[in-house]
């Protein structure tokens, strides 16, 4: 997932000042869904003395942000940079996330191509002097592991709920997109897939707590396939699980509709990225522990669109018969007898 926040007028018009080379570090931090300046030190000393006595202090055990620092060496376009991505091991889930997700947009609007190495740490001896040192000598290594591949092995290690990160690399940026976090059920919502799952209920509605970082039940009301399009809130994202019955074909069924809600842009980016890397994982684990076969999985912004027609074209889709070309009769078997041929107007027909 590729997130471009807001950039503040403030960080935009300071990094282009900051690329002349008379800041020698600048923080940069996400506030109120929007890119700000953290903080910045000029240069006193060369970049390698520097840099501990500069960087280190600004780190923060609980938050991640990102660090541009400034080398004395130059290429075309100017002073080269480093670009850091921190990310400690004991900041919350979604702010990894968030961060994992943004950082293309810092890149863009800084320049790629001041940027001559890139890093990701959790931990402050992943990023210090040492540890930059040792980065550089491992990239010139047979087979290094690309700023993407080193971001995926770091988190999977720190942080067992994200599951799988997909780079997508462009010689100008590096997005990524991280799926599969895995928030845990509340009791109460674990029995509800249990009733469900015994067809006790035929409805539930789950939210995320995202600062307990749970699933949590928030109701599971008997509800008519009339009743969906009230139950899906209009200012904030929910998953609901109902149990569609209907006939078709002749026969009654029972099937299982998950319906993930998510009205545009009236949410927030943390909740909307939140709410779509949960997905695959709660589904995947109410199918495996309360053997729930899902017939559907649908996707909606609006409660409008949840009739029953739409339901059952869903659950049902139409087959379309291809439709063959016109093959011309094959004639009698055997021999076919004398032609004949047809003269134009006024002339005779001749027999062969």
């Known amino acids: 997932m590729f997130l471009s926040l807001v950039v ?24 109120d869904e929007q890119l700000v300046l953290g ?3 000029e240069p006193e000393k060369s970049w390698e003395q520097d840099y501990d006595h500069f960087l280190l202090p600004l780190l923060d055990e609980q938050e991640p942000c990102y660090v541009l620092y400034r080398l004395d060496s130059q290429n075309a376009q100017g002073y080269e940079w480093i670009f850091i991505s921190w990310s400690p091991d004991q900041s ?9 997700a943004t950082r293309a947009t810092v890149k863009k609007e800084f320049g790629g191509g001041h940027l001559k190495y890139e890093m990701f740490g959790t931990a402050e001896e992943e990023i210090c002097l040492l540890g930059f040192q040792h980065h550089v000598s491992s990239c010139s290594g047979p087979a290094p592991l690309t700023l993407a591949e080193q971001e995926l092995q770091k988190i999977k290690m720190s942080e067992g709920r994200v599951k799988q990160v997909k780079a997508d690399i462009s010689v100008e940026s ?3 997109t991280l799926q599969g976090v895995a928030f845990p059920l509340q009791e109460t919502a674990k029995r509800a897939m249990q009733q469900l799952a015994q067809k006790r209920i035929n409805y539930i509605q ?8 749970t699933i949590e039940l928030v109701h599971s009301h008997p509800t008519e ?8 809130p209009k200012d904030t994202a929910r998953y609901h699980f109902f149990l569609y019955k209907h006939s078709h074909e002749g026969d009654y069924l029972e099937s299982v509709v998950f319906i993930y809600s998510m009205p545009g842009y009236s949410c927030s980016i943390k909740e909307r990225m939140l709410y779509s890397s949960c997905k695959s994982r709660l589904l995947e684990e109410v199918e495996k522990d309360y053997h729930l076969e899902v017939a559907k999985k649908l996707e909606v912004d609006s409660g409008d669109e949840l009739t029953d027609e739409f339901l059952y074209d869903e659950v049902h889709p ?4 291809h439709k063959q070309a016109f093959a011309k009769p094959r004639g009698p078997a055997g021999k076919r007898g004398h032609k004949r041929l047809i003269k134009g ?3 005779a027909v001749v027999h062969s």
């Open 39 to 41: 903080a910045h030190r």
């Open 174 to 176: 590096k997005h990524q």
């Open 206 to 213: 789950l939210r995320l707590d995202v600062d307990k970082e």
């Open 225 to 232: 396939t009339g009743d969906l399009p009230a139950r899906v």
């Open 92 to 100: 919350p889930v979604k702010q990894k996330m968030l961060y994992a």
């Open 345 to 347: 107007t006024g002339e």
């Open 318 to 321: 139409k087959q379309h018969a």
């Open 8 to 31: 503040t007028l403030e960080l935009r018009d300071f990094l282009a000042q900051a690329r002349g080379g008379a800041v020698r570090l600048i923080k940069v931090r996400i506030q």
